[in-house]
Structures are given as C-alpha cells and as structure tokens.
C-alpha cells in the first residue's frame, strides 16, 4: 500500500548532538509536512514543502531544518537537540484536494534528548 | 492566528453511555473542518471532513456535526475499542508558498470502560 514511512520509530540522541529524521512516500503527493507533537499537546506545524518550495512557520526555531533532496524524501534536522525538544514527529503529506482523506500522516518519530 | 480549542480534556465513559466532544475554532477562511483519531505512538487517523454549517457525517458508532463557530463528535453506545484521542483541526490556506496546512487543537483523551 502506499504510505508514509518514517524512520526511526523511537530515536535518542544526546543533548547538543545533530540529529536528523527521515520520512519518504510512495504517494507522489506535492506538499510534505513536518509537525511536532509534545505530550498532550496539539501537533504544531514547524514547515511545509509544495514541491521544493520551503516554508517555514514564523514561530519554528532555528535549530530545526529541512530538506527535500526529491518527491519521495524529507528530512527533518535538529541542529542542537535541547531537552525541549523532546517529542513524537510526524511528517505527512497532501494531495491539494483539500480534502481531510487527502492528508496521510507517518506513523511517527519519537525523539528523546538525555 | 487560526485557533481551535477541544474539551474535555479528557472523558471517561462506560461501554455504550453517549457523550459528544466539543470543538470550537476561530480561522480565516475555512477550507474545512476534520476530525482525527490517534491512538498511542502513532499518526492520526482520518475520520471526517465537514465544510459548511448544518453538515453532518457519520461512521458507525460517529457522529460529526458544524455549525459556524464550532463542530461536535457524537459517540452513541461506545466500545472499549473506541478509546484513543480525538483531534480536531481546521484547514486554512498558508500565508506562504501556497496549499493548505492544519491547525490542531489538543484533543480529547476518550477512555471507554467495559
């Protein structure tokens, strides 16, 4: 089937140690989302790509890059992981038809800081 | 700055006592109205679009409802299996780039007990 795949499920990384996360489709939809989820939290939107126009949120730190090396692939970097930043990532997709079945969302990453 | 405010925060319910979730939002111009269901460690899972006022949609033991300021889930003689949380999130085109994104509230944790 079809989906988004997010690599790894669970990740730890060190505090101040770059990190990167890893989401591919096999949808071949335009737009790829990154969001950030912190316990009981609502997902907060950090960027978006529509094709391989960047564009990021006005309030997404710095420390948090992207890149979208082709359709399929999107990379999430943390530059300098605080402990802030611990939480699930989840990358997810649209088609532009505006429609709610036209978002599929990955499974997720959870990420810890130590 | 789009906004969208679940409650309860949480809601616990015996196997097949109805209760509805609440979901008010504030956005410039709606593209849609969806609900979500996110179990433990994974990504949302689509439930219904709505688009305008006096919609309604159903799906089993769900309910969705609109109206101009807010929308309602209705959960009629719920399951143990219907425990997860329920997001709701609105669609609004982005200030950049193009598309739409979703904004997120923060969910309704649903506990349903044999």
């Known amino acids: 089937d079809a989906m988004v795949i997010q690599n790894p499920r669970y990740q730890v990384t060190q505090f101040g140690k770059p990190v990167t996360l890893s989401c591919s489709q096999t949808l071949n939809h335009n737009v790829m989302y ?37 359709t399929s692939f999107c990379f999430l970097d943390i530059r300098s992981p605080g402990l802030g930043d611990a939480a699930m990532y989840l990358c997810a997709t649209s088609d532009l038809r505006g429609r709610g079945d036209g978002y599929t969302f990955g499974s997720g990453t959870r990420l810890t800081v130590v | 700055e789009d906004q969208v405010t679940q409650s309860p925060e949480a809601l616990r319910l015996q196997e097949g006592e109805s209760s509805s979730l609440n979901c008010s939002y504030t956005v410039s111009g709606l593209r849609g109205l ?75 944790q649903l506990k349903v007990e044999l």
């Open chain 1, 34 to 70: 990154w969001y950030q989820q912190k316990s009981s939290q609502a997902p907060k939107l950090l960027f978006h790509y529509y094709d391989k126009d960047f564009n990021n949120e006005a309030d997404t730190p710095d420390n948090f890059q992207s890149r979208r090396p082709n």
């Open chain 2, 34 to 108: 969806f609900w979500y269901r996110q179990d433990p460690g994974k990504g949302p899972e689509f439930l219904f679009t709505l688009y305008s006022a006096g919609e309604e949609k159903e799906k089993e033991r769900l309910k969705a409802t609109l109206t101009k300021k807010e929308s309602f889930l209705h959960i009629t003689a719920p399951k143990p299996e219907d425990s997860a949380t329920y997001l709701c999130a609105v669609q609004a085109p982005t200030l950049t780039g193009g598309g739409n994104k979703l904004t997120f509230g923060t969910g309704t």
